[in-house]
C-alpha cells in the first residue's frame, strides 16, 4: 500500500530523515516510535505531501506521490492529528473531509451525506454533531478528527498521536475505535504514538525511528525490553498482561 | 438548514429596501417633481441608479476580499486595508492621475491596471515577509500590511508633493474614496470584474473552509494549497484594483461585513460568501445614503462615514470580546 524508498527530508536547514526505507501492507496496522524529534510526524506528513522530501521516493496505492493531484492523493491517504481550534460545527468539519469528491459548482451529494452520518455514528460523535469545535473537551475533538479521517473514505489512515493528552478512558475508547475500523473496513494504519503498550497491544509491526534514522522494524511480538531501552535511553521491563495475555511493557 | 434560507430571504428583503432607500435619499427628487417627471427619470437613471449600483459592487467587492484574506491570513481583522492591498492599489492609481486622463473606457481600463500593479506588489511583499520561514506566520503578515501601508501612504504623499496643483485636488478627492461621479464605462467596467469575480471566489468556497482552519488539514483534505492561494490573491486583488481605481479606499468595510455576517451565517464560505457580499452592499448602501444628507446641501465623501462608523463599531466588537 505504502512503499518508502530512500526518503530524504530537510527542514528548515536541518537533515531530519535520512535514507529512510519501509513499506506497509494493505490492511496492515504499523506503529511509529521513537523519542520525541525522531521525526515520526515528519514521515506521515511527507507521505500525504505535507512536508516536502529532497530526494527518495513514496509511492501510495501504487502510484508516485510527486505526481498525484492532491484531490487524487487525497482520496488514498489522509493525515490526522489534534485538530486545529475552529468555529465550525462537528459536522461541518466532518463533511470539509468530502472535499476529493467534491467538484466545484456540485452540492453536497446523498453519498457524502451518508459517509458523514456514518462516520460520526461509529465514532459516537452523532450527539454533539451540531456543537461547535471550539466547545468540545479534547476528548470528544478527538473522536471528531477520527471521524473526519474516516469520512474521507480513505485506504489509508495516518494518525499522529490520536491519544495523547487523553485520559484512560479516551485513550483506549478511541485506541479501540482506531482498531476495530481497521478490522472491519480493513483500512491500512500508521500510527505514530508515544504509546508503547497500545503499539504492542494494537499493531501488526512497530517500526522504531531516532534521529531521522530507522532504529528497528519488527512484528511487534518480536520487540524486545531491551530494543525499547536502547531507543529511549531509558531501561524497560516486559511483561504479560495476566488479563489478556499480552505483553506491557513498564519503564523502569 | 431552513434557518439559514429564512435568513438569506430576510437579506435579500433588507438588501432590496436599502437599494430602493439610496435612490431616494437626498436632495434633488422633491424638486424635481416641480420642473417634470422627466428630470426626475433622468436623475434616477443617470445619477442615482448608477452610483446605487456602484455602491452595490463596491461594497461587495470589499466585504467577499475581506472574508478571503480571513480565510487565507486565518485572522479576523486581515482585509483589503490592513494587509496594505488596498494602500498599493491607492498608489497605483495616484500615479496614473498625476500623469494621464482617467475620463476614457481605455482610461478607466489604465488607471484599474495601476491599480492592480500596486495591489499585487503589496500582496506580494505582505505574502514572502511572513511565510519564508516554515509555516505562514499571520501576526508577522498583519504587521508587515500596517508597514506597507506606512510606505504607501508615504509614496503617495510624495507623488502630491510632486505633482501639480489640479492633479493633487484630483488625488486627495480621490483618496477620501467616494462613489459619486463614476462613468457608465466604469461602472461596466467595475460590474464585469465584480461579477466574474464573485463566481469565482464562489467556486473556491470548499477550499476556503479549509484554508481558514489549517495548512495541514487542508493538504490532507487534497487542497492544493500554494496554487489555491496564488489564486485567490490573484482574483481580490483584481477586484480590489478594479473598484479602487474608480470608488478610491473605502475602509472598513471589509473587515465589518464578513464579521456581521458570520454572526448571523457562521464561518461556513459556501453561506459566508453571499451573507458578506449582501452585507458589504448594504453597508456601503446605507453610508452612502448618509453621506448625502447628513451635510445637505454638501455632500461628504462616502469614505469618512464609513472610516468613522466602521472605528466605532470596531471598537465597540472589540471591548465586547
Redesign the interface.
Known sequence: MIKVKDLNIR??GLHIIRNVSFDVIKGEYLSLIGPNGAGKSTIL?SL???VPFISGSVHVAGQDISVC???????KI????Q??S????VK??IM??R??Y?S??SSITEEDRLKVEESMKITFTSEFSSRKLNELSSGERQRVAVASALA?DTDIILFDEPVTHLDPYYDSQISELIFNVKKTRNITVVNATHNLNNALKYSDRIMALKNGKIEFIKRSGEVSSEDVSGLYGVGFVSMENPVDKKRVMIKL | MRSFSKKFILLAVLFLLFFVINIAAGPGLGAANTAGAEIAGDIIFKIRLPRALTAVIAGGTFALCGAVFQSLFRNPIASPFTLGTAGGASFGVTVFISFFSISSFLGTFLTSFAAFLGALLSVTIVYFASSG??SFNTNSMILTGVVINFFFSGLILLVQYLTDQTSVVRITRWTMGSIDLISLNALLFITAVFVSGSVLLY??R?DL??L??????S??????INGTRKMLFIISSVMISSVVSVTGPIGFIGIIAPHIA?SFF???YRRLLPASLLTGSIILLICDAISRTILYPVELPVGIITAIAGALFFSVVLTKQ
Not at chain 1, 86 to 89: A, G, I, L, S, V
Open positions: 527542514l528548515g506528513k500525504c505531501k505535507i493531484a492532491g484531490k487524487q492523493l487525497a482520496s489522509t493525515y490526522t492529528s485538530l486545529p475552529n468555529d465550525f460545527t461541518e468539519l470539509f473531509s472535499y476529493p467534491l466545484a459548482f474521507q | 520561514k516554515r467556486y473556491f470548499n473552509n479549509l481558514s482552519i489549517g495548512d495541514e488539514i493538504v490532507s483534505r487534497g487542497v492544493d458570520s457562521g464561518r461556513n
